[in-house]
Nanobody, 125 residues
């Protein structure tokens, strides 16, 4: 069983920044591929960013490329999402997710085995 707890969400003005954090339980965090997803009201959950087990490779959704950065610290069982140049369209609940078996980052929801409860990000115009 893996528990994921997100934090760092909040209200920010357009153009501002936020850093989300996801703390994971488990002794084998370094073996999980990790991802961030988001879901806006009335929309499907979408892939935001993903990172391989050792952090060597990172992938981003088209809408956040160049603005968001994913990173991880396996010693602290933590994955971060630095969000810069935020836009009102970034408003959503953000979820982190763990893929226990992935060798590569997947943008598909069904690839992930565990999910956090989500943290709200609201960007005002």
């Amino acid at each position: 069983q893996v528990q994921l707890v997100e934090s760092g969400g909040g209200l920010v003005q357009a153009g501002g920044s936020l850093r989300l954090s996801c703390a994971a339980s488990g002794r084998t965090f370094g073996s999980y591929t990790m991802g961030w997803f988001r879901q806006a009201p009335g929309k499907e959950r979408e892939f935001v960013a993903g990172i391989t087990r050792n952090g060597a490779r990172k992938y981003y959704g088209d809408s956040v490329k160049g603005r968001f950065t994913i990173s991880r610290d396996n010693a602290k069982n933590t994955v971060l999402l630095q969000m810069n140049s935020l836009k009102p369209d970034d408003t959503a609940v953000y979820y982190c997710a763990a893929d226990l078996n992935g060798l590569r980052v997947s943008a598909l929801l069904r690839a992930y085995d565990y999910w956090g409860q989500g943290t709200q990000v609201t960007v005002s115009s």
